[in-house]
């Protein structure tokens, strides 16, 4: 509306430009100005008008690299995997979902239907899971076993395969939100997640550069006898140094099977762990023998972190990151 008024001032004062007893010579440049202005306002509002018009362009290339083609409408999503399911639901597309994969079916993921169909997304049943036809079909890296993709029976057929590897940053994680949201022509919603999601971690991030003694800490996703933890290159090991810690770990990289003669050398200040699969992990790690000299263990500093959003690269790894805090450093975050 704005522009509109400007074209209409721009369009009065070249007639009152004329009207007017100007200097010889004015009226023509004046005139010219004017008309220069009132094109160029015409000219951006038509850009405008046109750039609201037409949709967004939607990916052509998936989070692999691998080429794909998007249909117009996405009325049907199959989602082989967790993390991507969450922010299906996030993004509001949760009723679209038709298929599921079964550790998803496990989560009982809140926002995803009840009773679908459900495929292993190492294993997939591929001539069931086109039967329903989908329009697209999301899938992590989980899917990808030795290079080869376990979904490529869908991509011969036709299906719109999509793939997500997991992503080892916070700022990877963002792109993928972005990526599934331009997909599912929700960008605007994309955006407002991943600003949301950013401002939490500023605000943590903010709170752990005061730190000036940094604690140390080993963050266990499997238990004694096979512990499994992680080095440098997982979002896990970034979210230890912006709570203002430091991962005992973080000399080695990515995904680590870890000796615990390694851990008890290395006398963390705080154990923390998401292992769910036993009855009382902080009561086993306790009650580990050789383990009673360990800074962490002798001061009871051994602490759960919720499974779910520690373990799955999404959105939602910021309630994890709140709970990394707050275990290692009480007082700073307790009204975070």
Not at 17 to 35: K, M, V
Not at 38 to 67: W, Y
Not at 177 to 197: K, N, P
Not at 264 to 282: F, M, Q, R
């Amino acid at each position: 509306m704005k522009k509109w008024i400007a074209l209409l001032t721009a369009g009065a004062l070249a007639l009152s430009l004329a009207a007017c007893g100007t200097p010889a010579g004015s009226d023509a440049s004046s005139a010219a100005a004017s008309s220069e202005a009132a094109s160029e306002v015409s000219s951006e509002t038509a850009s405008e008008t046109a750039s609201e018009a037409a949709p967004a362009e939607k990916p052509t290339e998936d989070r692999s690299g691998a080429p794909i083609t998007l249909p117009d409408e996405i009325d049907s999503i199959a989602v082989m995997a967790p993390s991507i399911a969450e922010t299906v639901v996030d993004l509001g597309c949760g009723d679209l979902i038709t298929a599921i994969d079964t550790q998803t079916e496990a989560y009982a993921l809140e926002g995803v239907p009840a009773g679908l169909p459900a495929f292993d997304m190492q294993a997939p049943d591929t001539e069931a899971l086109a039967a329903l036809e989908p329009d697209v079909v999301f899938v992590s890296g989980v899917s990808v076993i030795e290079g080869e993709n376990m979904f490529q029976p869908l991509v011969d057929m036709g299906v719109c395969i999509v793939s997500i590897p997991t992503s080892s940053s916070i700022a990877a994680v963002e792109e993928d939100i972005t990526f599934l949201a331009a997909c599912l022509g929700r960008a605007e919603e994309g955006q407002q997640i991943v600003s949301g999601m950013q401002a939490e971690i500023d605000a943590i991030a903010a709170i752990g550069e005061t730190v000036t003694d940094r604690k140390t800490v080993y963050f266990e996703i499997s238990a004694a006898p096979y512990c499994y933890s992680f080095g440098e290159g997982v979002f896990l090991n970034e979210m230890i140094d912006l709570i203002g810690a430091e991962n005992v770990l973080a000399g080695q990289e990515g995904w680590l099977s870890v000796e615990e003669e390694s851990v008890i050398s290395a006398n963390p200040d705080v154990i923390l762990t998401n292992v769910n699969y036993i009855e009382d992990p902080v009561g086993e790690i306790l009650a580990r023998p050789g383990w009673e000299g360990v800074t962490a263990v002798q001061n009871g500093d051994v602490c759960t972190i919720d499974n779910k959003t520690s373990s799955l690269p999404n959105e939602n790894i910021v309630q994890a990151l709140k709970e990394m805090a707050k275990a290692v450093y009480p007082d700073l975050y307790e009204g975070v």
